[in-house]
C-alpha cells in the first residue's frame, strides 16, 4: 500500500508557541490530503481538507487562523498550530489518496501535548 | 450528515477466540474501508471494501452496500489484534471520510 510519513511523532510545547506537523506522501503523488484530531477514548474528527496550490477547506467549528495549512507540493502538507493551548492537545493525523484513487492513507500521527 | 455507528464499543477475547464487529452506517455510501489504530495510534489499513467479501489471512469483511452495514471478521485472535478498530465512509462528494465510533479489543492469554 501507499505511505504517507508524518513528523513528529510527539512533540511537548510550552503555551503561546506554535508547532508544526508535516505529512509527507513519500511514494505517490496526492492533491489533496486531510487532517484530522482525535481526544483520547473518541474517534476521528476531521479538521481540514488540504488542496495543493490553492487555500485549505475547514470543517465547521475548526479557527482556519489558529490551524494554519499549507500543501505546496503534491507530496507535502503542514499544519501549524499557532499559539498553542492546553486544550489543543490532542492526536493530529493526516490521511492521502494517490490521484484517481478512492482509499485513504494515513500518518503514524502526532501526539501533542501543551504545558 | 452520514452517522456511522459501530457495535459492540467493547471486546474482550481470550486468545484463540474469533469475533465479529459491525459497521453501521445511515446512507449510501460507494465505498467502506476497515482500519485498526495500534496502542500508538497508528492506523493500518485493513480493508477497502465497497460491498462483497474480501479476506487477508484471519481477517474477512463484508460489506452489504444495499442494507447499510459491514463486518469485519477476525478469527483465532492473537494479542497483536488489540487496539481500536475503525469503518470510514466517504462524505462531502466523497473526498474525506466519516469514522465510525470504533470498537475496543483487548486479547487476553
Redesign the interface.
Known sequence: ?AVVSQHPSRVICKSGTSVKIECRSLDFQAT?M?W?R?FPKQ????MA?SNEGSKATYEQGVEKDKFLINHASLTLSTLTVTSAHPEDSS?Y?C?A?ALLS?????G??T?LTVV | GIQVEQSPPDLILQEGANSTLRCNFSDSVNNLQWFHQNPWGQLINLFYIPSGTKQNGRLSATTVATERYSLLYISSSQTTDSGVYFCAVPTGGGNKLTFGTGTQLKVEL
Open positions: 500500500g489533496t486531510f484530522y482525535q474517534s476521528l474528527m476531521l481538507t492526536f493525523i490521511s489518496r478512492t482509499e485513504a492513507f494515513f503514524q500521527g501526539r
